[in-house]
């Protein structure tokens, strides 16, 4: 696919992303000379009637709710029948590739946490506000606009805030949404797993409520680096590393399954976060000083991805910040290594082997002392474990990499300790 539209208009110039409903492009609108996104119903669905419908009603609703969601520039249809929406190119990408970079440089902050809570409010209350429900939020349906500067590759850099305030952030892919105006409280299941609902999973009725729960389980996904449990009994202990029982009552509260028990707005929602982030008590860090060495990070990152293979396992996030005190101090005795770091009164290590044979467990302990507020361990392949004495691990493969510890000062200090892992077949 090459062009489309009248006279050639816009030109195709490479794939955003593909679905099993459609496709997108990046172009060009060759009349203006700038650049779009054009999303392509799929040529096996463009002829059921039912989808094609849904596909062109998600053009009406964001042409009809200007502000929260993407426009849409135009509408067509390509030489073979296959509709497209023609809508601008978000060139910060999605969220959900934002964050997933973003968390390999940083953690977690007071600051971070708040924006993203007074983002989602905004673009979700300003949908219901017309009467509409998403029925489908997830991190990679908000799409970022005005794109920050990226960082300059310096041998030592600042880490930036998530999101910056000069970016917009905006809802898309509405094909899944209701209109309430038109339709009645009954409607079909479906959505994405780990961001739907109780009452969404199956065919029941579903109000705005429903996206106070995909919030919810986007905060859930930002904070501890999954999203929730599809079984809807949520296990407290590994919600939101390193946050307080405050804020994880305030985005437990958006995950109840029965609707009624749910905050009943999106700005009685944000509300909930705010008040539990200006407690005083949070763990999450908010120090300023989010320095990294250019070089460590890289080298990191191969290591992780070289371990996260060795351990069968998906690369999720890796590379946080958090190097401080006064110089990390490592003993080895036999096949066993201690990493330990000191910073003022407060002492934490961790021990373990550094060298691991395919096919065998292994379980590495943390030593952390009273001053310390919260802790979370980071595994070969990134998923955050909170709060837990010990990170058990199996070897599937040969590799290379690390296992870290991150914890928290009752003063917002982070410290980190990590161990390099060699497995051998």
């Not at 880490?159 to 038109?182: C, Q």
């Not at 109840?256 to 707005?265: F, G, I, K, Q, S």
């Not at 990152?301 to 069968?312: E, H, S």
């Not at 065998?360 to 909170?386: K, L, Q, R």
């Amino acid at each position: 696919m090459e062009s489309l539209g009248p006279n050639d208009r816009w030109k195709v110039t490479g794939i955003i992303g593909a679905g099993g409903f459609s496709t997108v492009y990046s172009a060009v609108d060759t009349r203006f000379e700038s650049p779009v996104a054009i999303k392509v119903l799929a040529d096996n669905l463009s002829t059921n009637i039912d989808i094609r419908e849904r596909f062109l009603s998600e053009a009406l609703l964001l042409r009809r709710n200007p502000g929260p969601t993407v426009p849409v520039y135009d509408t067509g249809e390509t030489a073979g029948g296959q509709p497209f929406l023609v809508m601008p190119l978000a060139d910060g990408g999605d969220l959900a590739t934002r964050i997933e970079g973003w968390r390999r440089v940083a953690v977690p902050t007071v600051e971070d946490t708040r924006h993203l809570a007074e983002i989602l409010s905004h673009v979700v209350a300003g949908l219901h506000e017309q009467g509409v429900v998403h029925r489908d939020l997830k991190p990679s349906n908000l799409l970022i606009f005005g794109a920050r500067k990226a960082v300059p590759d310096a041998e030592t850099r600042i880490v930036g805030p998530l999101i910056n305030r000069g970016e917009t952030v905006l809802l898309s892919d509405l094909g899944f949404a209701k209109d309430l105006a038109k339709n009645s409280g009954l409607t079909v299941g479906g959505g994405t797993p780990g961001y739907t609902p109780p009452e969404q999973r199956q065919a029941g009725q579903v109000d705005h409520r429903a996206d106070i729960w995909g919030a919810s389980a986007i905060m859930y996904w930002f904070l501890c680096g999954y999203p929730p449990n599809d079984s809807t009994a949520l296990r407290r202990e590994s919600l939101a590393p390193m946050a307080t029982p405050a804020l994880i009552d305030a985005v437990e509260s958006g995950l109840a399954e029965n609707p009624n028990d749910r905050p009943p707005t999106m700005a009685s929602w944000y509300q909930n976060i705010d008040v539990a982030l200006r407690s005083g008590q949070t763990a999450i860090s908010s120090t300023t000083d989010r320095r990294q060495k250019a070089s460590t990070a890289t080298k990191r990152a191969g290591l992780v991805a070289a371990l996260a293979t060795a351990f069968g396992l998906g690369l999720v996030a890796t590379n946080l910040t958090g190097i401080t005190g006064n110089g990390v101090e490592t003993t080895v005795t036999g096949d066993m290594t201690t990493a330990t770091l000191a910073s003022d009164d407060v002492v934490v290590s961790i021990t373990g082997p550094h060298a691991i044979e395919v096919g065998s467990t292994v379980t590495y302990e943390a030593d952390v002392d009273a001053n310390v507020a919260g802790w979370m361990w980071i595994s070969p392949a990134g998923t955050f474990h909170p709060n837990e004495s010990s990170l058990p691990l199996e070897a599937t493969n040969p590799g290379k990499g690390e296992v870290t510890l991150l914890a928290t000062t009752s003063t917002g200090e982070q410290l980190r300790v990590s161990i390099d892992i060699e497995v051998t077949s």
